[in-house]
């Protein structure tokens, strides 16, 4: 798209007369055409920069020498040419600091810094941004200020410090409205966003990247527009709602993808990966991770690459290759301290605890999860320090000090509760069972298993409905455009009659086609739900190496019976398991049915080579059983659960006061 502003520019250029070419007003035009060209095509912007030099040297014109280094310098960063742009940058300098030129002296500064944030070297860019900023204050250059604090605000994110970046982007924020500049309020909002996107605040995330969006779509800005999806993506993702952040993710590469933006498209693709890690599907997640890496080595861009290792080593840990795992995560780790990273190398010293944790090297798994704690409880990152409490509960579960387990499961907790994260509130639960497990407090245990489950279900509700909402919206919207099409198309005069009985018989077949869809989708949605149901009512828990338990709680009818049975002998046979027990003690009555399936039960079990024992067996369901002449004389039986326990232990040749290593 051509401007105008460039047009007019190099109309006049092509109007001046051959004396005039060597002169003062030639440069004052390539000099702007450089300036205007800056941020749509770098190579044009060095072409008439080169050509401005040229005329201020033959001139003799210092400033102008100055102004066109500067310039050049400028393309050098955007070709990544950081040492050239260094060099122009301290030559342009040097002139404007003898001559007292406060504008060009700031705007040097300014781009020192620049030079500096990209080659990672974030105190030294702190540094000539700061003075930027105080020579814009004191020639009240409100633009200048308003730039440089933004840039000031993007340094303390990068470095995790999220109270200093929201200081800086507000007051960057305040001063772009004043000036009416939109493209730079909406930009400083989708910064904000990101910023309380880390504190674990979504509803002020959410609400400053609605604005950026409105901004961006009244502006036709296509990267403001795909920014704000990409952040807006971030805070879905961390609120659990996977939903809503694949669509978010998939708008956003497709507008940088189309605008040829590698950075954007990159992060876009990164983040889709990590949404089908939290699914579960790691085949898919890693290949485009694998995808996004390639782009972040091509752009050069360490700190994104530094994330991508991390995202790709979590991936390989999940999928249990815990050697490949650490590598990428140590590789992480270097950069991360190299460019000074503070967030990203909390989150590296984090998952290298979970790799510690899962090889049994507890104690360095600990003393890497604290020191990542440390880093996200300074930095006041909610969601990450939420995930060290879990992850320091779960290692202290496993070390078997279990008071310290508590504590931090529980501070966990009141956080993810706090910023509304329901996966991460899901998995406190889900240690909190296991700890409970742990203590041998199997009623608190199955309290939490089953809150745990609650959450998980209603987790899975609440995406479902958004989407269906979602692609019921789209639907709607396309059935609209359809509609109007028609409509124009159509001759008034001739075919109006038959069009509106045809719209009327369409909209009665859409909707009915609707109705019939949602309710396909209902009957699907119960029938899952009542599988899930089935299938957790009917738990079966592995105690010990070679020990199954499995509680029973309700009504033992047909359905769960058979799935009592189903479900017992899958996991006796890949957990080769040796030992069985069914736990009735939940049970408030047992039928004739119900016992014979027991006894089924128990001879399925022996079939596989496993003992099965029934524990918990109350009075009056022990005489409803030899009332009915239930033959019980090849049942192993026990009066508790612990004397269960005690019978599977010995059969399995355990001693009393061993514990497990």
């Not at 800086?168 to 305040?174: G, Q, T």
């Not at 699914?279 to 485009?288: I, M, Q, S, V, W």
């Not at 029973?552 to 047909?558: R, V």
Request: with cysteine; hydrophobic share 35%; net charge neutral.
């Amino acid at each position: 798209m051509r401007n105008s502003k460039i047009e007019e520019l190099e109309r006049r250029i092509e109007n001046l007369g051959e004396k005039e070419k060597e002169a003062r007003k030639k440069f004052d035009l390539l000099n702007s055409l450089s300036q205007e060209y800056q941020i749509r095509d770098w190579e044009k912007a060095l072409e008439y920069a080169n050509q401005a030099l040229t005329i201020a040297r033959k001139l003799n014109y210092e400033k102008g020498i100055a102004n066109s280094e500067l310039n050049i310098s400028k393309c050098r960063i955007r070709n990544k040419e950081y040492d050239a742009a260094l060099e122009l940058t301290e030559k342009a300098l040097q002139y404007y600091e003898r001559t007292k030129d406060k504008k060009g002296t700031s705007n040097c500064y300014y781009n020192l810094g620049v030079i500096y944030e990209n080659k990672s070297e974030y105190e030294k860019g702190l540094e000539y941004y700061f003075k930027a900023l105080k020579l814009n204050e004191i020639i009240n250059n409100k633009e200048g200020i308003a730039s440089t604090a933004s840039q000031i605000g993007r340094i303390y994110d990068f470095t995790g410090d999220n109270d200093e970046a929201l200081k800086y982007l507000f007051k960057a924020l305040e001063i772009s409205e004043e000036l009416g500049d939109k493209r730079g309020v909406a930009l400083l909002y989708s910064n904000i966003g990101g910023i309380y996107d880390h504190l674990g605040e979504y509803e002020s995330a959410l609400e400053s990247l609605s604005k950026s969006l409105e901004m961006s779509e009244e502006l036709d800005s296509k990267m403001g527009i795909a920014n704000a999806y990409i952040a807006m993506g971030n805070v879905y993702r961390g609120q659990g709602n996977s939903d809503m952040a694949m669509e978010s993710y998939l708008r956003s590469v497709k507008i940088y993808q189309d605008i040829g933006n590698k950075f954007g498209t990159a992060s876009s693709l990164n983040n889709i990966g990590l949404v089908y890690s939290n699914r579960g599907n790691y085949d898919k997640a890693l290949e485009y991770c694998l995808e996004s890496l390639k782009l972040r080595e091509e752009i050069g861009d360490k700190h994104e690459i530094a994330a991508s290792y991390n995202n790709i080593g979590n991936l390989y840990r999940k999928d249990d290759d815990l050697q490949k795992s650490l590598e990428y995560h140590v590789n992480a780790l270097k950069i991360r301290q190299e460019i000074g990273d503070e967030s990203g190398i909390g989150a590296s010293y984090g998952n290298i605890g979970l790799i510690y944790d899962a090889q049994g090297e507890y104690e360095k798994a600990l003393k890497n999860l604290l020191l990542a704690l440390e880093i996200f409880e300074k930095g006041k990152n909610k969601p990450f320090a939420t995930y060290c409490y879990v992850s320091i509960g779960s290692v202290y579960i496993n070390l078997k000090r279990y008071d310290q387990a508590n504590n931090n499961l529980e501070k966990g907790l009141e956080l993810a509760q706090l910023i509304g994260a329901k996966q991460q509130e899901m998995e406190c639960y889900e240690k909190m069972h296991l700890l409970h497990e742990a203590q041998g407090n199997f009623k608190k245990a199955f309290t939490y298993y089953r809150k745990a489950s609650e959450l998980k279900e209603k987790i899975f509700s609440e995406e479902s409905e958004l989407k269906i909402n979602q692609l019921r919206l789209k639907y709607e919207t396309e059935q609209k455009a359809k509609e109007t099409e028609i409509f124009r198309l159509k001759n008034e005069e001739l075919e109006k009659k038959v069009a509106e009985r045809s719209e009327e018989l369409k909209k009665k077949l859409v909707e009915r086609k609707r109705i019939e869809e949602e309710l396909k989708e209902k009957l699907a949605l119960i029938e899952q739900q009542r599988a899930a149901i089935l299938e957790l009512s009917t738990p079966t828990i592995k105690v010990w190496d070679g020990v199954l338990v499995v509680p029973l709680i309700g009504i033992l009818d047909s359905k769960r019976a058979q799935q009592l049975t189903e479900g017992l002998l899958t996991s006796i046979n890949s957990t080769k398991s040796r030992i069985a027990i069914l736990d009735i003690t939940g049970v408030p009555t047992v039928d004739s049915a119900v016992a014979n399936h027991l006894l089924k039960t128990v001879e399925s079990v022996k079939l596989l080579g496993a003992a099965c024992v029934i524990t918990g067996i109350k009075p009056d369901v022990a005489q409803t059983v030899i009332h009915l002449g239930i033959d019980v004389t090849q049942l192993e039986t026990r009066a508790s659960l612990a004397d269960g326990l005690k019978w599977a232990f010995r059969r399995i040749g355990l001693e009393k006061g061993v514990t497990r290593g």
